[in-house]
């Protein structure tokens, strides 16, 4: 035997209001569900945007080493990278300079007349850095550059 309901009743085993809509506790749930999603969401967007600014800076760090090399064309690095004011008497360095600059603060530079490095905290994990020198490599190290003209 089938029980009928009448069409204005409250259907308790179906969870449905006589209007037909829905209660304000599944309301809430919904809404804790979205936020949770939203978090997770959150989270993972932010740890990519921090991997894509150490690529950033480390292409831009590369480019910085090709850039000098080519500024120094005579092997005198002292004309070209201010490494204690982080800038440089060519604009294309300079500009290098200002786009790492512009993504992390926490960077270095070490100029002698035949050798120079150059280093920048990465944003995506804040113990290493990025390190370029001379020779033009690029490597990661959990080292600071201190006074070295080479990278640690």
């Known amino acids: 035997m089938k029980r009928k309901f009448k069409r204005n009743s409250v259907c308790k085993v179906c969870n449905v209001n006589a209007s037909g809509g829905f209660t304000v506790l599944e309301f809430l749930m919904v809404f804790i569900i979205i936020g949770v999603f939203s978090v997770i969401v959150f989270v993972s967007l932010s740890y990519i945007r921090n991997q894509g600014a150490d690529s950033t800076l480390q292409s831009a760090m590369k480019s ?34 200002n786009s790492i600059d512009s993504y992390s603060s926490d960077h270095s530079a070490n100029v002698g007349s035949n050798a120079w490095a150059a280093q920048v905290r990465l944003v ?24 070295r003209t080479t990278c640690p």
């Open 124 to 147: 995506g994990d804040t113990s290493k850095y990025f390190c370029v020198d001379a020779s033009g490599q690029g490597s990661i190290s959990g080292t600071s550059l201190g006074a």
């Open 64 to 97: 910085l080493a090709n850039q000098v090399s080519l500024a120094a064309a005579g092997g005198d690095f002292t004309n070209v990278l201010d490494g204690a004011n982080w800038t440089s008497s060519d604009l294309k360095v300079k500009e290098i300079l």
